[in-house]
């Protein structure tokens, strides 16, 4: 039962995959001859550089070959053929590392001059526009200027921090960080900006609402006794007010200038209450009512995972949610709008998740249908502790599921 679940949700993936225009790879039924992939190639250019590579790696006995996220990724690199400064032919590959043979490659491929080691995460950026970051990235290892061919509008003091900006950052999150930095911010709060999707995340309201993404790191950046755990929180309550026209608090002149911290948090804490109480309706039915509106969720079944021994034993689960009542009681015990979700888990774009230690609500979670694991939060939207992750990371490899990096 639990291998056909695991087939149906693959099979799902795979399909969603083809539907975005996304990597859609397959395995060789000869597992000795690796993986091999079948592409919709672009030009009859763009298959030559993609077998001259292939070949060239099935030569040198690389492990990229049965890899599949990294084989993956190089197909994108061979995308962008037109753009090689080099022959791969002329490649020397150390050590046997996927992960270092692929940063060989795509340095050897595309890189006139240094670069920051964060570039080299645009290959695994997961967004709609990685085409434009992949250019940039591409323009700059050439010999563009940073701060003539940026895709988001940087200052020359901000360009100098970004290109500062350690290696586990993406591009997108370094140049966010770069423009909250510059505004003033402290360096202790860049956890909080890096995990608020409203102000870090390229794929929520990445065309809109530039300058109020601006005058919202500002504001942010002048609170120095503000928890970041709280940025989120606030972040979703202003964006909600200026743009989500349906929504009861909707105020398209609203400003962030000359609003005390805590004037804002009492009016994030109401809305979050009645986002919880009166939410699609909640008010209007009873318990019983709740827990008739279902949905199928994700065929993965339920999880446990015990640590300790005796006295010390804790049991770990990961239990879905599939009832708008067991949503409303997840988003009322944990003081989050964990009941906003509903619409999506009924269609099946996403599903949610009640992390539980011993019983204990310790995080709520959410996976979309195509296997990625994108946040993960405990009560009042605070970061899950390093214990949670280590829990989190062997459920989605048990469940081959992939964590995306806003999970923190």
Not at 193 to 222: G, H, K, Y
């Amino acid at each position: 039962m639990a291998n056909r679940l695991k087939r149906n949700r693959k099979k799902e993936a795979e399909r969603l995959w083809k539907e975005d225009a996304a990597n859609l790879f397959r395995e060789s039924k000869d597992k000795q001859k690796g993986i091999e992939i079948n592409r919709e190639f672009k030009s009859s250019e763009h298959k030559e550089a993609w077998e001259r590579i292939i070949g060239f790696l099935k030569k040198k006995n690389s492990k990229i070959i049965k890899d599949k996220h990294y084989l993956n990724q190089l197909f994108e690199v061979t995308r962008y053929y037109s753009n090689f400064i080099r022959n791969i032919e002329e490649i020397c590959l150390p050590g046997k590392s996927p992960k270092t043979h692929f940063l060989k490659i795509t340095n050897h491929l595309f890189v006139k001059y240094p670069i920051p080691a964060f570039f080299n995460n645009v290959w695994s950026f997961v967004t709609h526009t990685k085409g434009e970051w992949v250019n940039w990235y591409i323009q700059i290892a050439q010999g563009a200027s940073p701060y003539k061919t940026s895709p988001i509008p940087m200052t020359r003091n901000q360009v100098k921090i970004f290109m500062g900006s350690p290696s586990s950052m993406t591009p997108y999150e370094a140049v966010r960080v770069a423009q909250f930095l510059d505004l003033g911010g402290e360096k202790i709060s860049i956890p909080g900006i890096i995990s608020t999707p409203r102000l870090c995340n390229p794929n929520i309201n990445i065309a809109v609402a530039e300058d109020f993404r601006i005058e919202m790191m500002r504001w942010l950046s002048q609170q120095n006794m503000l928890d970041n755990h709280q940025y989120i929180n606030i972040c979703d309550w202003a964006f909600t007010k200026k743009f989500e026209t349906e929504d009861e608090i909707y105020q398209p002149n609203f400003t962030m200038k000359g609003r005390t911290t805590n004037r804002i948090l009492r009016e994030v804490n109401d809305w979050h209450f009645r986002l919880n109480l009166y939410s699609h309706n909640a008010n209007q039915l009873t318990k019983s009512q709740m827990k008739e509106v279902v949905w199928s969720g994700d065929p993965t079944e339920n999880w446990y995972f015990i640590t300790g021994e005796k006295e010390n034993e804790r049991k770990w689960t990961m239990n879905q949610i599939k009832n708008m009542l067991d949503l409303y009681e997840e988003g009322f015990a944990m003081s989050h709008c964990a009941i906003s979700y509903k619409d999506s888990c009924i269609s099946g774009k996403t599903s949610i998740w009640s992390l539980r230690c011993n019983n204990e609500r310790k995080a709520t979670i959410e996976i979309m249908r195509d296997g990625r694991m994108t946040q993960a939060r405990k009560r009042f939207n605070a970061r899950i502790t390093p214990k949670e992750m280590s829990v989190l990371r062997r459920f989605a490899a048990r469940k081959e599921y992939q964590m995306s990096q806003y999970v923190r």
